[in-house]
């Protein structure tokens, strides 16, 4: 898609996986970074990532943004990545998500039109790293940057936000496996799981 960046975020600490990069992290005999590059790639002219975790990886067509603050909020990271995007609206995703939908990312950047901010709704949860940005949203969280507030919901309230219904993200995921993230070796586990049984059905 022209007009639409991507940005990847990988500045987490990993606390929970002992500082394990999770970039690097193999699931399914791919990498998590490149599981990520694969679904996002095809929409997008522009792929930024942005965090630490990302050492001296050679990424072809990838864009390197620098933590500002090493190990900061995500909001942090998605406010650096949209600084340096060059497009009005930005696709955000986070790197430990191996089990991202082209097409569901697809449909969210299309609803994108006449919002700051398209974000799925799941049960009672925004995710806000799975989300489409809009360049118009930049004052306001630079503004709730400068006032110590990092919970990215918390400046949802002053930009146009469109919630995208778990009825319409299931139509595309039936399984919702595009907002399953690894943040333990449980999920690690689970996620290897999932990816050997997808490579035996032939997904």
Aim: with cysteine.
């Amino acid at each position: 898609m022209q007009n639409c960046s991507a940005i990847v975020l990988a500045g987490g600490r990993a606390s929970r996986l002992g500082g394990a990069n999770k970039a690097l992290l193999e699931i399914g005999g791919v990498r998590l970074v490149d599981r990520v590059l694969a679904a996002i790639r095809p929409l997008v002219d522009q792929i930024l990532m942005v965090g630490h975790l990302l050492g001296d990886l050679k990424l072809p067509g990838v864009e390197i943004v620098p933590d500002r603050q090493p190990g900061g909020s995500a909001l942090l990271g998605i406010y650096s990545g949209m600084l340096a995007a060059r497009n009005p609206v930005s696709l955000v995703v986070a790197c430990d998500m191996p089990f991202l939908s082209t097409p569901l990312l697809q449909r969210i950047a299309t609803l994108s039109e006449g919002y700051d901010i398209t974000v799925p709704r799941v049960g009672a949860h925004l995710e806000a790293l799975h989300a489409a940005y809009r360049r118009d949203c930049l004052p306001v969280m630079e503004e709730a940057l400068q006032a110590g507030r990092h919970k990215i919901i918390d400046f949802y309230p002053r930009v146009r936000v469109q919630e995208v219904a778990e009825m319409e993200l299931r139509a595309l995921d039936p399984e919702l496996r595009s907002f399953f993230n690894i943040n333990t070796p449980t999920d690690l586990q689970r996620a290897r799981q999932l990816a050997s049984s997808e490579m035996l059905s032939g997904a």
